[in-house]
């Protein structure tokens, strides 16, 4: 008689977490592949988080996804911790490794690179400057994952000045602070414009930012995806900009993240892009 393939857990940890969309994705793939698994929410406070992490083992877990507020505290409790997860200063997809260590990644900029290329398949990070907006962890994972890429020149803007300066300096010279005042014209040239702050979300204002000297035949995306199409989104299309929102970076990131604990490397399809976008 065949041996029945082992049945896989795996969980977003977060606090909270309830709102999270990575269970619909993941169950989605557990079903399309026919695997013997579940997803599930790991409702966690920050003072529990190395408890709960040490728990995954011993609970029969093959991993999880972390989500705010702990992708940075993970960093110090994990056995390791790759690469890019390093450069990037967050961990967000837990790996248990056959003998119960815990092994940390950040699959954040995958996501986006590749949410990208689904819009512009001959995209490339060398083609010119990219102008982000944004000093927090989401720009820090599209920064890496751009200089990865080949970007040979970052733009970076911030409210707070001192924020953008830190992170320019700890990225060299590839990447340049540019005051908040000077944001509109430093538009000027770019291929590449990328929103990773919270403006423009559902209750947040819309992002500051004229686009009047952004070339037409740069790509504009922004990683928000509650709206879909932010207010910044909107008026780069009507001046006939391309555009990508952030649904496609949240699809993209899942996919190393289930090939790690299922063994099967998944597809965004337009079925569960449908499913993802029934929620928003």
């Known amino acids: 008689m065949a041996l029945e393939a082992p049945y896989k857990l795996a969980g977003v940890m ?5 709102h999270s969309r990575s269970p619909v ?12 698994g579940a997803y599930v929410l790991l409702p966690v406070q920050p003072d529990k988080l190395e408890v709960a992490l040490r728990s995954l ?3 029969g877990f093959s991993g999880c996804n972390l989500t705010i507020p702990h992708k940075v505290a993970a960093l110090d409790v994990l056995d390791r911790v790759d690469p890019q997860a390093h450069r990037i200063g967050a961990v967000n997809t837990v790996v248990v490794e056959v003998d119960g260590t815990l092994t940390g990644m950040n699959t954040d900029g995958f996501g986006y690179i590749q949410s990208l290329l689904d819009v512009r398949p001959d995209w490339r990070a060398d083609a010119g400057p990219a102008m982000v907006v944004g000093a927090g962890g989401a720009a820090r994972a599209v920064i890496v994952a751009l ?8 733009r970076l803007t911030n409210r707070s000045a001192d924020k953008a300066k830190n992170m320019a300096s700890e990225f060299g010279s590839k990447v340049v602070a540019i005051p908040w005042r000077d944001r509109h014209d430093t538009l000027a040239g770019a291929a590449l414009l990328v929103n990773t702050t919270n403006q423009g ?12 000297q952004l070339p037409n035949t740069a790509l504009v995306s922004d990683i928000v995806y509650v709206p879909m199409e932010t207010p910044l989104i ?15 970076m949240l699809l993209h990131q899942a996919r190393p993240a289930f090939a790690a604990w299922f063994g099967v490397r998944p597809e965004v ?9 029934a929620t928003l």
């Open 57 to 59: 083992p011993v609970l």
């Open 25 to 36: 994705i993941h169950n989605h793939w557990i079903a399309q592949y026919g695997l013997r």
């Open 14 to 18: 977060g606090w909270p977490v309830a």
């Open 269 to 277: 399809t337009p079925n569960l892009r449908e499913q993802i976008q």
């Open 234 to 248: 909107a008026a780069a299309r009507a001046r006939g900009n391309l555009t990508v929102n952030g649904l496609g």
């Open 201 to 212: 979300m559902h209750g947040e204002p819309a992002l500051d930012l004229n686009l009047q």
């Open 147 to 154: 200089m990865e890429n080949g970007a040979q020149e970052i």
